[in-house]
């Protein structure tokens, strides 16, 4: 069974930086892409940033686009999410999630998701 579990979530300044990290266990043996997601109070759960196995296909909403950068260390099963320049509108529960048919797209179409992290960005 896949197992995730966020980090790094929690009070930041705007203009400031952070970085979520995903640690996944189990199915080590899959090539698999992962997700960040996020959902803020009132709103439905979106998009944030895709990244394929290796790396050779990476997306973000355009919401996040130039300031949001994401990686991954398959030797660590663990990938980040590495916010720079955060604004208020970016607080929200972020989730990652695995998808083991290598998509990483913003269809939600992910086969395992983490419990999330709390992100709070002050201004």
């Known amino acids: 069974q896949e197992q995730l579990v966020e980090s790094g979530g929690g009070l930041v300044q705007a203009g400031g930086s952070l970085r979520l990290s995903c640690a996944a266990s189990?199915?080590?043996?899959?090539?698999?892409?992962m997700g960040w997601f996020r959902q803020a109070p009132g709103k439905e759960r979106e998009f944030v940033a895709g990244?394929?196995?290796?790396?050779?296909?990476?997306s973000y909403a355009d919401s996040v686009q130039g300031r949001f950068t994401v990686t991954r260390d398959n030797a660590k099963n663990t990938v980040y999410l590495q916010m720079n320049s955060p604004k208020p509108e970016d607080t929200a529960v972020y989730y990652c999630?695995?998808?083991?048919?290598?998509?990483?797209?913003?269809?939600?179409?992910?086969?395992?998701w983490g419990q999330g992290t709390q992100v709070t960005v002050s201004s």
């Open positions: 189990g199915r080590t043996y899959s090539r698999y892409a």
């Open positions: 990244i394929t196995w290796r790396g050779l296909s990476i």
């Open positions: 999630a695995a998808d083991l048919a290598n998509r990483g797209g913003p269809d939600n179409a992910y086969n395992y």
